[in-house]
Structure formats: C-alpha cells, structure tokens
C-alpha cells in the first residue's frame, strides 16, 4: 500500500479561517462529442459544456475521478475551483448569483443554503437516478442534508473524530492502554494525569482547541447533553448534562495536569508549538479526526486509535461534506451527472483513499485497501474509525449557525479562560441562541 497524501486539519476547521486565496484548477479539456438531439444538428460538433465545482479543499482527492468522467462524458468539462475563505467567500458568492454549479459544502453549510433556495431540491435527480442506492449510505448521512422533504445533497466521506494514543509513551509511563470497549471519561483523565509532566513538556492529552466551537459539541454528546435540540429550533445550553459536560473538560484544561492550560500554551510558544508536541512524541492522547494519521505515520512512534472516551453515551462527530447543485446553475442536468458520479462507490473511495476516511457509502468502505488504513509495521485497530460513523453525529445545522456560534463561542472562551461557569453563563444565553436559530 502506498503512502496517502493526509488532508490538513484546517482543511476541516471552518471557523479559523486559516485558507486563504482561491485557486482554479481546470481540467484537461476533452474532445469535443457530436451534439446530441438539442445541440446544433446537421453533424455538428458542440462545444463540451463547462460545469464549475466548487469546494474548499485541494483537487488532488478528485483527480482520478475527473479523468474517467472526462473519458466517460465528453461533452463536460469540470473546472474545479478550491475557493479560500470558504465560509465567507460561498454565501457571498450566493448573494452574487456567482456560486460553481456544484458546491461541496460543509454540513450546516448544505441546509442553510438550502433553506435560502441557494440549492436546489436533488430528490427528483435521485428518484429518477436508475440504480441508485440510497440504502448505501449510512443512514445519519443520507437523512441529514433534507428539510421539509427537500434534499439539498448527496455526501461523499467522512472523518471521524476518534481517540488516537501514543502506545509508546504509555508504554515509557507504564500506563495501560485504553480499553477498545470501554473507555470512559474517567479513564481518560486517569490515564492522561499519569503520562503527563508539564515540566518536561509531556501531556497525557492534547489542549481543547478553544477557537474551534463546535469542537465542545461532542462533549455535550457524551453527556446527553447538546448545544441545540434535534431539530436545530431550541438551544440546550441550560440543560444540566450540558453544562456538567462543558464544566468537566474546562476543569481539565484549566487544572494543567491533565492537556496544556491557556498559561502554559503561552509558555511553550503558543497553539502553533503546542499543535508541535504530538508530533514530538509528547501526547499521550488526541481526539481528533482521521485526517491526522498521516502526521502520526511522520511522526514515527506506534500508536493505536480507540473511540472517544465516553460519560452517559458514546458519541463523536463525524466531519464531511455534502455535494450540492446551485440553483443558479445553467446547466443543472449536467451538474447533476458529475455530482451523481463524484458520489458514486468509486468516487467516494477515490476521495477517501487520499484523505484517510471512510466514505458514507458501505460500498466504499468494502474496496481494498481501506481508505483509512495506513501502512505501518505494527498493529493498529484501525476498525474503530468507520465503526464510528455507525454511532457518531453530524456536525449540527441551525439556522443563522454564525450568529448562533458568536454567543456559543464567546462564552466557551470564557469558561475555559477560567472568567465564568458553564452553570451561570449558559442559562444566561440560552434565551437568545434560541431566538437566533429559531428566526428562519
């Protein structure tokens, strides 16, 4: 098996805003085909038709996707644009009347928009697809991207965010190893609070990632808990598993025993350096998505992968994207023959195999070698991470998600700053996330 190109945890993180730029990368254009019985007649040749695909991550993972599309549909060209600023840069694209004909779109991304008639409804498409296996998909994929009975797009893979440990430094501290079939919160910090020895740098567990929100989504998750109800209309800030649950991992990361506290990620260099010390071999534990085994292969030391500790249940999110067509679009019946293949077993496997996850079709998942299988020379459990899109969560899709999240936000930065209580702050705004999400 050869080395996979592994995607950057930015590539993932829509709230850092880290991509900057946009870059067009066209396709080699095909040869020309003979027009068929709406085209020019009379034995003339048409133009191929170009169809733009927007996404925010690079063409690499599409690359041979493209190549036997363009040899199976000469009459299309797709001309992928990796468009920096993603979360900016898409809806003011919509508000041009600019969008790709195609956008791969992040989660709360595909409903918003949808809900904004920015994307068009694709369940006719589907419905008069012959052979399409909508059964393929794992079930929390396919229900996700539908309002009010419009489907606003079709998934293609996912990243799970799973447990990865350094077998080496538990082996170095005598610690045990996490348990595959159960593994607590307890465990964690049990675990964690062994390894670490913040005056030589070493912890038993990476730092929360504050600025990322909905980061602490899952910790609500493991608790029962949840930022928003399940039909994305009423906050759950104010319910007590969620509060208990944020309170939980604050605690642990102002205590400095456990993950670096904000204090000492200052002391060693700030986020930059600390995001260094897993690859140093100075993490005992990351909770993170599938797109960091590449960095763990670089960086040399065996590990192992077990799901994310859990308190009431387990829980995870699962990262993706959803392929949809802008209703803008000149060309939807084309746009919809390129996302229809892109989405396809082989298309999803084509871009899960450069990127390490699994895909959200079973289908792709049985193609050997697995896409999120690396070659090293010792023995990982490397079943955990598409056994999680059987349990885990989809990023949640409020309406008004930006206005939401700033309220979100600016209050998990001060609890885990140590300036306020889970337990005082978010029956405060509760209140007002509601009013938020529930303006649509």
């Known amino acids: 098996m050869t080395q996979r190109e ?72 797709v001309s992928v644009e990796q468009i920096g600023e993603f979360h900016a840069k898409i809806p003011a694209l919509a508000a041009a009347g600019t969008l790709p004909d195609v956008v791969r779109s992040w989660e709360a991304m595909a409903l918003d928009m949808g809900r904004n008639n920015q994307f068009i409804d694709v369940q006719p498409y589907v419905d008069g697809e012959p052979g399409f296996d909508a059964e393929d998909f794992y079930e929390n994929w396919w229900n996700y991207p539908v309002v009010e009975g419009k489907r606003y797009g079709v998934p293609d893979a996912a990243a799970p965010h799973v447990t990865f440990y350094n077998a080496d430094l538990f082996d170095e501290a005598g610690v045990e190893y996490p348990n595959k079939d159960s593994f607590t919160w307890t465990d964690f910090e049990e675990k964690a609070r062994a390894i670490s020895d913040p005056d030589n740098k070493i912890w038993g567990s990476e730092t929360i990632p504050v600025g990322w929100h909905m980061y602490s989504v899952k910790q609500t998750w493991q608790n029962d808990g949840s930022f928003y109800s399940e039909d994305f209309l009423e906050s759950r800030l104010d319910k007590e598993e969620t509060i208990q649950a944020i309170q939980f991992w604050a605690d642990m990361l102002l205590d400095g025993n456990v993950m670096p506290s904000p204090s000492q990620i200052i002391g060693i260099g700030g986020a930059g350096a600390a995001a260094e010390l897993l690859a140093a071999g100075k993490i005992g534990m990351q909770r993170m998505g599938s797109w960091i085994t590449g960095s763990l292969v670089d960086a040399g030391f065996r590990f192992n992968v077990v799901a994310e500790p859990s308190q009431a249940r387990r829980d995870t999110i699962t990262h993706g994207a959803f392929n949809n067509i802008a209703t803008t679009s000149d060309h939807k019946d084309l746009a919809w023959t390129w996302l229809n293949y892109n989405t396809s077993t082989q298309g999803i496997y084509n871009y899960a195999s450069n990127a390490n996850f699994p895909g959200t079709r079973r289908s792709s998942n049985e193609i050997e070698p697995f896409p999120w299988v690396a070659e090293v020379d010792f023995e990982v459990d490397w079943d955990v991470i598409p056994d999680a899109l059987t349990y885990g969560h989809i990023l949640p899709g409020p309406a008004n998600e930006g206005e939401a999240l700033k309220l979100i936000g600016d209050a998990l930065e001060r609890i885990y700053s140590g300036d306020a209580k889970a337990a005082d702050i978010f029956p405060e705004i509760s209140p007002k996330v509601t009013a938020v999400i529930s303006d649509i």
């Open 6 to 77: 592994a995607l950057s945890r930015r590539t993932f993180l829509k709230l850092s805003g880290t991509i900057t730029g946009t870059a067009v990368l066209a396709a080699c254009a095909p040869v020309a085909a003979p027009a068929d019985d709406g085209g020019m007649g009379g034995g003339a040749m048409a133009e191929p038709v170009t169809i733009r695909y927007g996404r925010h991550d690079p063409a690499a993972g599409v690359a041979t996707t493209l190549e036997s599309f363009h040899e199976e549909h000469p009459n299309i060209v």
